[in-house]
C-alpha cells in the first residue's frame, strides 16, 4: 500500500442538495484527508477541456453542460490506496447499480447527475489535480 493523493469533485447535484458535508464526512471515515479544497464554477469550456478524453463519447456536451450549470467543490485527497480507497466510497457510475452506502447509491440521481468524480488511476489523478490545483494550494 502506499499514500496518493488523487482528486474529487463534488458534482452541482450534490452542491445543490447541501450535502457536501456529508460527503466529505464519508470520505474522511474511509481514511482520506481533505488537503486542498475550493469552491467555484466551471465555465463550459473549462468543462470541455477538463472532460477532453470523453469528446467523442455521446454523453460528452450533456456532462460539459452540466459540470458547468452550478458550482461544484474541487478537492485533493490523499491517503493510503486514495485513488482505489475514493472509488469504493463513491461506488459505481450509476447510482442504482452502486452499494448501499456509497456516495452515489445516496447522493446520486442518474449516471451523469451522480454527486462525485473521482480519479480512476494514479496518473489520471496527476493530470486531474493540476488541472484544478497550484503545488501550493495542496497542503499535505
Known amino acids: 500500500m502506499s499514500i496518493q493523493k488523487t482528486l474529487s469533485l463534488i458534482k452541482p447535484d450534490a452542491v445543490a442538495k447541501n450535502v457536501t458535508g456529508s460527503v466529505n464526512a464519508r470520505l474522511e471515515q474511509a481514511g482520506l484527508r481533505i488537503v ?39 478537492q485533493v485527497l490523499c491517503g493510503e490506496d486514495a485513488v482505489a480507497k475514493n472509488r469504493e466510497v463513491m461506488g459505481a457510475t450509476n447510482p442504482a ?20 468524480h473521482g480519479s480512476d488511476s494514479i496518473e489520471n489523478a496527476a493530470i486531474e489535480i493540476a488541472f484544478f490545483f497550484s503545488g501550493l494550494e495542496i497542503m499535505e
Open 36 to 74: 486542498a479544497q475550493k469552491r467555484f464554477q466551471l465555465t463550459k469550456t473549462q468543462a470541455e477541456a477538463f472532460y477532453k478524453v470523453h469528446s467523442d463519447k455521446a454523453f460528452y456536451d450533456s456532462l460539459c453542460e452540466f459540470m458547468s450549470s452550478g458550482p461544484i467543490i474541487a
Open 97 to 116: 447499480n452502486a452499494e448501499i452506502g456509497t456516495i452515489r447509491r445516496d447522493f446520486g440521481e442518474s449516471i451523469e447527475h451522480n454527486a462525485v
